[in-house]
């Protein structure tokens, strides 16, 4: 799959391009091309390799053997290079002793069909071709796509939608033909992630574990194919959810990848909060303040949550962490009245009762809801007294009150030492399930002077629920499993019900960590960079939850999106975690706090943003961390 947003390719290894379930080259979600089939000579060249060039370029190698009685070794090496902004290079590659003249051919298709129309099975058949310059063209009401060539074939043929060359190929040279797949009455395609104005900071890693280094390189290349323009304001970028299913905006999702990308610069950041800025509903009534989003599913012990909720919390979140990570006061000013907005919706909400309720009523009250809830006051007041602004002490009083509840309202008690509970019924039943939602009771967010906020838990529980998230039941060998392998339900391929979810996996990472509980965090972590060597380092957005074992290997689920910008985002959290950066750029300071166990041995960080400058830190093997490049000014905190 390669991915430049809001242009896709989805092929199978061979490198042809049959028609079949979702191969083709889309943009903005309507596939332009189905079917891209070359023969050489008349066969299809054997493939004999296929691998990702970068997130939006893959190359397959085949091979062929042009004389009859030549033994068995191939004479002529096909390459095909192809990308997601509609182009594909076929070269030809001869190692024969003498000249030889071949056919090419490139039989050409499409339905013009929507994404959503070819995964639910509705999509038509193959358009009748015509004949245009120097290719084929398709048109339907909806659309009209055309594939030209360089140079241009020698024959065109409509009805069988063939293009055809007769190329010469000397001793030991090279010949190509390059296609170009184009929506009529667009522009050529300009990625957001391509642009030299980039939001991303090209961040490099070396260190023991050469695993680390593929990962930040793979999980910035790829969050820079999810990249996508907001279409009224084009200087605003957010992150797509992922590919092929959500190539639009996801709040939620937009709003967590954005922050776990911080340590890359607060361009994504301020971006993404723009852009749900304009969406955020406003005037007299209830919702005023709330951000819109979708529901999800959330396993088989709970309704659907809705992602607005979740939304409407982290961009307060967001915006405090990225103004101390270094977003400039003109911005964070602009973005201000958004986020008290937020904070004003969290207060009427509650209104007079402790909990903030679920959206739709009669539902649950959510333990990852409070998580949410509670970090935003904190960290929304921090934001508002900073700013000069009106309203932080009442957001720390309600979230003193929320803190002396949880503690009695959300924890079981029970032989194994207890649990925070998922959630609490409108009849007040606690739902006892245990499941990786609870990983947001360990991330409470970054404060000033280096400091995180205090969470829901008090020490001797968060030492239970290290415990509990360390356990087998919860870690996989691959990373945190949605819910516990011996509660009720369990899936290992349960989007919320037992598979591994990335963005969840480092947030325990980051989270066991600060807290102390590197052991936990540590399996968890090489666990997860397992899986990401398993998935050539594009990790999912979610795989199969199943036990490692010896020899086994990472199953994927059959709809994960992959890329996705939280898995994405989350290799940056992951490695970058290993250095424990916490930077206050307006007190001018950067704290470091690193893994002291170093797990996975020395590590350098080069081309980091903080406080809008380049920024570079070492861990040593044992556990000390150094600054080595810095903007002028900024001190280390202690």
Known sequence: MCVALPGLVISTEGGQLTGHGLEGFYRAGRRLLSRCQVRVGGREPLAVQARMVAADRARFVGTLRTAPHGGPDPDVLVERTRC????????????????????????????????GEIASGGAGPELPAAV?????????????ASVTAEPAPADALASAGLLRWELDLPPGGSVSVELRVRLEGTPPLRTAGRAATSPLAPARAVGDDARVSALLR?????????????????TAVYAAAGAPWRCGLAPADALAAARMALPLG??????????????????????SGRIPGPRRD?????????????????????????????????????????????????????????????PHPGGPV??????????????????????????ADGLRQWADALRT???????????????????????????????????????????GGGELAPGLLDKARTEQLARLLGAPGMDAGWGLRGLAANEPGHNPFGHRAGAVRVHETAL???????????????????????????????????????????????????????????????GVLLITALAGIRPDAPAGTVTLRPMRSAPLGEIGLTGLRVAGAPFAVRVSRLGMAMVEEATDGLQLGV
């Open 84 to 115: 997601a902004d509609g182009t594909e290079r076929i070269t030809l590659h001869s190692a024969a002793q003498r000249p030889l003249r071949l056919s090419v051919e490139a039989a050409l298709g499409t339905d013009l069909a929507d994404l």
């Open 508 to 570: 325990a990472v980051t989270g066991l960590a600060a807290a102390g509980y590197e052991r936990e965090a540590a399996s968890l972590l090489r666990g997860i960079l397992g899986a990401a060597e398993a998935f050539g380092h594009r990790l999912p957005e979610m795989y199969a939850g199943l036990q490692r074992t010896e020899g086994s290997a990472p199953l994927p689920h059959p709809t994960a999106c992959r890329p996705a910008a939280t898995a994405a985002a989350a």
């Open 132 to 144: 245009s310059d120097s290719g084929l063209r398709w048109a339907c009401a909806a659309a009209t």
């Open 298 to 358: 959330a396993g088989p012990c709970l309704p659907p949550s809705c992602t607005g909720t979740e939304a409407t919390l982290l961009f307060p979140v967001l915006l405090a962490e990225a103004r101390r990570w270094g977003l400039p006061e003109r911005e964070t000013q602009e973005l201000l009245p958004a986020a008290e907005r937020c904070l004003t919706w969290l207060r009427n909400t509650v209104g007079d009762g402790v909990c903030l309720p679920d």
């Open 218 to 234: 793979t999980s910035i290349e790829d969050l820079r194919a999810l990249l996508l323009r907001d279409p009224a304001h084009p």
């Open 266 to 287: 607060t361009t994504l950041a301020a971006g993404t909060l723009r852009t749900l800025a304009r969406t955020q509903l406003t005037g007299p009534g209830p919702q």
């Open 366 to 391: 959510r333990c990852e809801t409070q998580a949410h809830a509670h970090r935003a006051a904190l960290l929304g007041a921090d934001l508002l007294d900073a700013c000069g602004r009106p309203g």
């Open 405 to 447: 509840a949880f503690q009695d309202d959300f924890w079981i008690d029970d032989r194994g030492g207890g649990r925070p509970a998922a959630a609490r019924t409108p009849d007040g039943r606690l739902v006892p399930h245990l499941g990786a939602w609870t990983v947001h009771l360990l991330d409470t967010g970054l404060l």
